[in-house]
């Protein structure tokens, strides 16, 4: 029996087949309704799913009406909807309707499985009221900026926000330049308008041309279809090039190109098409220093840079590290349907010590895992260094405190607890533990020999 049944009614957005794979992955029966959203809600009472997905069009009221149903009976069914022309309006209306998640139909993949998760990881029973169910403060990426070097940074990014300029972002990974991203774009006057995201080093050469510029139908061995990429996707909107210093040469002429002229060429095009998009980058290498190697093109390099801003690393910004440390305890609270854990002032003290190689990524990791395996309404420092010492390592065993039961024992036990919390998805489990899918079945089948010994 699958874990979870996802309904899905939108017409006008179709599941990728990879996130199909991680929701199978995941336990979970994805269901396409033939006959769209106009006659949803018998399909929802018969049917039962866990996730409701639908999007805005002509029936919209229709929809509304349906999700305030779904909604009032508070049967556990979290609804994920999509719009084509998505409006601030609209946006608040679908919240207070009872919607858990409201996103544009050009969403990125990565983006669309986040929310998927989250409307999954909505426990029933303990959404609480209508107003209560989406909290933007807990759930939506927000920039946190107490530390005067971030704050000159967040000011910065707010004013290039007001203009169509071109912005390149440099910091370290995991040091929130997406979210510093996301921040612009919804400062921005296209913050109506699409923000969609594409990972150049995630994709080789020729998969990466064709997702930034699509292509026609039979310019390669299975292009079965006209495809539109993320320039055409993310018309009128923000284009997120992310890690963009592992482009290939080939490929950043062709961004060259589409940047002077505001037109691109999609793969076996004969024509160029018009693109109405605002560019943002980011980078964590040094991207004039990548031009003096040969490795970026120098004319490129200074039509991305016209605004530059450099993220700090976690370790300069040393008094967002508590307020950060707080949001992610109460987004995962909220995540996990529990009461906000508090931290000590030896935690905290604890904390701000930390170097934080991993940046804001590692303190948000080792926040959920502390939600998972703490217990106890009070964070220690102890609880802390514990949980960071499974990810890490000690980096000097006369300056770490002695674990509350040896290491073997604990990772053991954290192990399974991770499995447990999340049903056995081994992928789930090692990215709450920090560690690679690799290390935790090797973890595993060690564990099975001792039992078998």
């Known amino acids: ?40 809600w018998s399909q929802i009472q018969r049917l039962s799913p866990r996730v409701w997905v639908a999007d805005v069009d002509s029936e919209a009221e229709k929809v509304f009406r349906t999700i ?106 995991g040091s929130g330049k997406e979210v510093l991203a996301r921040y612009i774009h919804q400062q921005s006057p296209r913050n109506e308008g699409p923000f969609v995201a594409v990972n150049c080093a995630a994709l080789p050469e020729n998969l990466l041309e064709s997702e930034l510029f699509g292509h026609e139908k039979g310019a390669f061995t299975g292009a079965t279809s006209r495809k539109q990429g993320k320039f055409e996707l993310a018309h009128g909107g923000t284009l997120l090039l992310d890690e963009i210093s592992e482009m290939a040469p080939s490929i950043q002429a062709k961004l060259l190109r589409a940047l002077q002229e505001r037109q691109i060429d999609r793969v076996g095009g004969r024509y160029p098409v018009e693109v109405d998009v605002r560019v943002i980058a980011t980078t964590n290498r040094n991207l004039a220093e990548e031009t003096r190697k040969g490795n970026f093109r120098l004319d490129l390099y200074y039509r991305l840079n016209v605004v530059p801003l450099r993220l700090p690393p976690l370790r300069e910004r040393k008094a967002d590290i508590i307020p950060l440390a707080q949001l992610f305890l109460h987004r995962y609270a909220y995540r996990y349907g529990e009461t906000a854990k508090i931290l000590t002032k030896e935690a905290e003290s604890f904390l701000q010590s930390y170097d934080w190689p991993g940046n804001v990524r590692e303190l948000e990791n080792l926040m959920e895992r502390i939600c998972i395996f703490v217990d106890s309404k009070s964070i220690t420092k102890d609880h802390v260094e514990n949980l960071l010492y499974l990810q890490s390592g000690p980096t000097d065993p006369q300056t770490t405190d002695a674990p509350v039961m040896p290491l073997k024992e604990m990772e053991k036990k954290m192990i399974m607890k991770a499995l447990k919390n999340h049903n056995g998805n081994r992928t789930h489990a090692a990215k709450v533990l920090g560690i690679s899918v690799r290390t935790l079945r090797n973890k595993l089948n060690e564990y099975k020999k001792e039992l078998e010994g």
Request: negative net charge; hydrophobic residues 40%.
């Open 68 to 173: 305030e149903e779904v909604s009032n009976k508070d049967n556990g069914t979290s609804v994920l909807l999509f719009s084509k022309r998505p409006t601030v309006e609209e946006a608040v209306k679908a919240i207070k309707a009872g919607a858990k998640e409201y996103m544009p139909a050009g969403v990125d993949t990565e983006r669309l499985w986040a929310a998927l998760q989250a409307c999954l990881e909505c426990l029933p029973g303990r959404q609480g009221s209508k107003e209560d169910r989406f909290s933007p403060s807990v759930e939506a990426g927000q920039v946190v900026a107490y530390d005067p070097v971030m704050k000159t940074v967040v000011e910065m990014a707010a004013k290039a926000a007001k203009r169509d300029a071109t912005i390149l972002l440099e910091g370290e990974s």
């Open 1 to 40: 029996m699958p874990h979870h049944r996802i309904l899905w009614t939108a017409s006008t957005v179709s599941l990728p087949s990879e996130l199909l794979d991680r929701l199978k992955e995941k336990g979970c029966e994805v269901l396409v309704a033939s006959e769209g959203a106009t006659r949803p």
